[in-house]
């Protein structure tokens, strides 16, 4: 492979790892908030490529607008969950609230299954190439790489500069001394389900347009969400775009040297080995 | 009448009991200390107020309203402040930004330039570190950032838990001297102490918790000369 082809994987690399990134920040935000993991998140990312997928094809909107549609559906849909299957079991053991979210993962992926059966869709949508010296970039791909990183942008604003966002860090941060401020916690917990949702909703929207996709492929990126995490952090958002941007360039790099196949493998492998040296993560806050 | 109301509490956690109906009334511009030995429920009773813990059983009034059930951000928005114990700071955030949750609630939303101007004057060294992470701050300025943070929730009754706990001679000074300056402005305080003799010197009125119920009451001057209190909690 010449150097122009090493680039071109190298930037492939940084513009997948971005969306990557864009996944794993809802499942991040969740877990630094209100420490549960929701193993719902792979679904909700595919309710986000159907999301996509079905305005697309049914209203023939442009793809980036259906956008705006899914997130506020997914923004709904992570509220109603809370209420309906998070609140009761928030200040129980970790193990309750997993398997909260795991039973409505069930739910939600049966409920998929059964309306959209398992069969591969696609977004028939393209931007054309864009050509710079002996590069190739996809628009979509480069698209869908700027929108995360607008995204995640918008995230940081919403957190540190509005009121409702400094809520949520101060809820996550010390919720009963925010009930004592006389911030509704248990709202504000309802409000960062349902962005953590609305993220993972988005993420699945964007990548609908990058690859074919079934009602299961969230899971891939459930799990590469927690590589991410782990990497960036967990409880940390803006580290995840750059948890998101290693692994990218990892799966950009690693088939030079050899089979696809390893690429899961290696994957993990340095999710074990973060892990033991460092469990915060690279980016991640003390404690 | 009282504008705040202790109606014979009955609380704890789980299955243990703590208040066994602890009953208690703090005038309207009073400072009232509420003393006591380790474990007696004092905590626990200012937990009880704000609703952080829930009254078993009798009931708790503020401004002549029934307030037992309401939840602490309700009461918050009522004008009911707890500066908790521990200082329970948003540690993450900055010095500006913890003075700003505190000023969460809708009545305090709108004089939060003034009640800003406020604490600066009174903790200067708050607004040098205004932009620092509250929890890089020295134990003497957080405390002094809990009690910022609490007079910027606009309250209609402060309560301090252990002001002065773990904190320089210097320091305690100068928190109680904020304190008398608060009282002069007109606010109503309870302040539980474990500085027995500084907290009722300042205070105009006193009860003494023990086992979970007020065992004694009076105007501070007077718990002070009494032989008990001076025996069990001055050691004198």
């Given at each position: 492979m010449g150097s122009s082809g090493l680039l071109t994987s190298l930037i492939d690399g940084i513009l997948i790892g971005v969306v990557y990134g864009l996944a794993a920040m809802g499942l991040t935000l969740i877990w630094g908030v209100m420490?549960?993991?929701?193993?719902s998140h792979g679904t909700i990312i595919a309710f986000g490529m159907f999301g996509v997928y079905l305005i697309f094809t049914?209203?023939?909107?442009?793809p980036y607008l259906t956008l705006v549609l899914v997130a506020i559906l997914g923004l709904l849909l992570g509220v109603a969950i809370y209420f309906i299957a998070i609140q009761r079991v928030i200040?129980?053991?970790?193990l309750s609230t997993l398997l909260a979210t795991f039973a409505v993962n069930m739910i939600l992926l049966g409920v998929g299954t059964a309306v959209f059966t398992t069969n591969f869709r696609n977004v028939d949508y393209a931007l054309g190439n864009i050509q710079m010296g002996q590069i190739t970039v996809l628009g979509t791909r480069l698209v869908a790489a700027l929108a995360a990183v607008f995204v995640a942008g918008a995230l940081y604003f919403f957190l540190y500069k509005t009121r409702p966002g400094k809520y949520i860090r101060a809820v996550a941060n010390n919720r009963a001394a925010a009930e004592l401020m006389g911030i509704p916690s248990t709202q504000i917990l309802a409000l960062s389900f349902g962005i953590g949702t609305m993220l993972a909703a988005i993420a699945g929207g964007l990548i609908a347009t990058l690859f074919p996709f079934t009602i299961l492929s969230g899971g891939v990126y459930e799990l590469k969400s927690f590589v991410i995490g782990v990497l960036g952090g967990l409880g940390n958002p803006i580290g995840s775009l750059a948890g998101g941007l290693i692994l990218g360039l990892l799966e950009s790099i690693i088939p030079i040297v050899m089979p696809n196949t390893w690429v899961p493998i290696l994957e993990f492998v340095l999710f074990i080995i973060i892990l033991l040296i460092r469990p915060t993560g690279i980016f991640g806050a003390k404690e | 009448m009282a504008i705040l109301e202790v109606r014979e509490v009955d609380s704890g956690y789980g299955e243990v009991q703590?208040?066994?109906g602890a009953s208690m009334a703090l005038q309207q511009g009073d400072l009232t200390s509420l003393v006591g030995g380790n474990g007696v429920g004092k905590t626990t009773l200012l937990r009880t107020v704000m609703g952080l813990n829930h009254p078993w059983k009798g009931s708790i009034w503020f401004e002549g309203k029934?307030?037992?059930?309401?939840?602490a951000h309700k009461k918050a928005d009522l004008g009911l402040v707890l500066v908790p114990e521990g200082r329970q700071?948003?540690?993450?955030?900055?010095v500006y930004e913890n003075l700003e949750m505190g000023a969460s609630n809708k009545r305090a939303r709108g004089k939060f330039q003034q009640n800003l101007e406020r604490v600066f004057e009174m903790f200067p060294r708050l607004k040098e570190r205004?932009?620092?992470?509250?929890?890089?701050?020295?134990g003497g300025e957080q405390q002094m950032l809990a009690v910022a943070r609490g007079i910027m929730a606009d309250p209609k009754v402060l309560m301090i838990d252990?002001?002065?706990?773990?904190?320089?001679p210097v320091l305690v000074l100068q928190l109680f001297e904020s304190l008398k300056l608060l009282k002069n402005l007109g606010l109503t305080i309870l302040l539980v102490e474990q500085n027995v003799q500084m907290a009722l010197a300042v205070s105009n009125y006193g009860y003494v918790l023990a086992e979970g119920r007020t065992e004694l009451e009076g105007p501070a001057r007077e718990l002070i000369q009494n032989e008990h209190v001076r025996a069990a909690y001055l050691g004198l």
């Open positions: 420490n549960v993991i929701n193993l049914t209203l023939g909107l442009n200040d129980a053991p970790h | 703590i208040l066994w029934d307030v037992s059930r309401l939840s700071l948003f540690t993450d955030m900055t205004s932009d620092q992470q509250s929890g890089t701050l020295s252990e002001l002065s706990l773990g904190l320089a």
